[in-house]
């Protein structure tokens, strides 16, 4: 015997206040809530599944409303789909009318949300901004291999390196508009199978492309430093003889500094490897932070003109061209970890300590654990002597 369909009536639903479940049939249900809230539900199977969906309150759709939205469903699962998938499908006129400037302006602060490093959150908007202008008023539903090339050819070979963020972040965006539902198909900005076969070979930077001064030649660059005065030279000279990576070195609050026992300390969250890390101060850099003392005037060891804004790394670009030298501020670590393993006995794992890479063997660990930070003053007061030396070793 067939069930029973359209069993409610529209007077027995108004009637009825008792909380419960009441069928009307071909899975159709008004459930009626403890606090007195009513709405419809669907139960079926779906893949050998009992299932259960939602079709909004009982105060909104009327009884006859909910029977079809109840019959369509219906009709879905008999053609062997998913209702529920169907439902949450984005309604295709809202999908067209997304563009990708819009959902881009969307998506990036989330995505830079996990970037410490201001610089590279202002990189992202700017790059998807500047390059990728010509998708911006585009359907992110609709955008081609063809937009892509042409947001890409123009600086595959100036720029090589801007253009292959250019193109990961395009990517990254159509990848979070399919999973949005704003689009399907393959992704047109994907690299490997695809755009690798239109675009030449990536030109790939050699390690260690940050030009570095030879370790010899370190000492007559600082006596050349010494004789200017400035913020930046101090700033410049005291990150060469840190060792430290500009952005930790110019972002550097007075409050990381302990002058009696003679430590920088480094917060995880300032860290490149997201570990804390201990800069033992020797005596020339406790001297650039006494010469920095009378000029402090807010957060930071070497602000700007303004009181509570840090230096740019431009000042140092700009300084090493002034002086005529090649190489770059993050070069010098190169040039202390050249002079650490050719010029001195200390062992390897003291000198990476030092720059805090992140390394993977066990004896490396065990260094990292323990921090080796006087076995690391020794290095760095060594380092501070050769610098101080004022001629080539």
Same mark, same amino acid.
């Given at each position: 015997m067939a069930r029973a369909v359209n069993k409610l009536t529209a007077l027995s639903i108004a009637r009825e206040k008792k909380p419960g479940r009441y069928g009307d049939g071909a899975g159709l249900y008004l459930v009626i809530d403890p606090n007195g809230s009513r709405r419809w539900i669907m139960i079926f199977r779906h893949d050998n599944r009992q299932r259960e969906m939602g079709l909004g309150s009982a105060t909104v759709f009327s009884l006859a409303e909910a029977r079809a939205k109840r019959d369509e469903f219906r009709r879905l699962i008999a053609e062997g789909r998913d209702p529920i998938a169907e439902k949450r499908k984005p309604d295709p006129a809202t999908v067209k009318a997304v563009t990708f400037g819009a959902f881009a302006d969307q998506l990036i602060p989330e995505i830079v949300k996990g970037y410490r490093n201001e610089k590279h959150r202002a990189q992202w908007t700017s790059t998807v901004n500047t390059y990728a202008a010509s998708l911006r008023l585009k359907p992110v539903a609709d955008i081609t291999t063809d937009d892509v090339l042409a947001c890409l050819q123009p600086i595959w070979h100036d720029k090589n390196e801007t253009a292959a963020r250019v193109r990961g972040r395009i990517e990254k965006v159509l990848d979070a508009a399919k999973a949005r539902g704003l689009r399907t198909g393959e992704n047109p900005a994907r690299w490997r199978g695809h755009l690798d076969q239109l675009l030449s070979k990536r030109r790939k930077l050699m390690r260690g492309h940050h030009a570095a001064?030879?370790?010899?030649?370190?000492?007559?660059?600082?006596? $050349?430093l010494r004789k200017r005065s400035g913020v930046s030279a101090l700033a410049l000279e005291f990150t060469i003889l840190t060792a430290g990576r500009v952005g930790e070195v110019l972002e550097c609050p007075w409050s990381e500094i302990d002058?009696?026992?003679?430590?920088?300390?480094?917060?995880?969250?300032?860290?490149?490897? $997201?570990?804390?890390?201990?800069?033992?101060?020797?005596? &020339?850099?406790?001297?650039?932070?006494?010469?920095? $003392?009378?000029? &402090?005037?807010?957060?930071?060891?070497?602000?700007?003109?303004? @009181?509570?804004?840090?230096?740019?790394?431009?000042?140092?670009?700009?300084?090493?061209?002034?002086?005529?030298?090649?190489?770059?501020?993050?070069?010098?670590?190169?040039?202390?970890?050249?002079?650490?393993?050719?010029?001195?006995?200390?062992?390897?794992?003291?000198? $990476?300590?030092?720059?805090?890479?992140?390394?993977?063997?066990?004896?490396e660990a065990a260094y990292r654990r323990g921090d080796a930070l006087e076995k690391r003053r020794e290095l760095m007061n060594a380092w501070? @002597?050769?610098?101080?030396?004022?001629? @080539?070793?």
């Open positions: 001064l030879p370790f010899l030649e370190v000492p007559a660059f600082v006596a $050349e002058r009696t026992k003679k430590v920088w300390s480094i917060p995880a969250a300032r860290m490149k490897a $997201e570990r804390d890390h201990r800069v033992p101060l020797t005596p &020339r850099m406790l001297e650039i932070l006494d010469a920095m $003392e009378p000029l &402090r005037r807010g957060t930071y060891v070497f602000p700007t003109f303004k @009181a509570d804004k840090h230096m740019s790394n431009m000042a140092f670009n700009a300084l090493l061209k002034r002086m005529g030298v090649k190489a770059t501020t993050h070069g010098f670590r190169s040039s202390f970890r050249d002079w650490a393993g050719d010029a001195t006995t200390f062992q390897r794992e003291v000198a $990476e300590a030092a720059l805090s890479h992140v390394v993977g063997d066990a004896t501070d @002597a050769f610098v101080s030396s004022g001629t @080539a070793a």
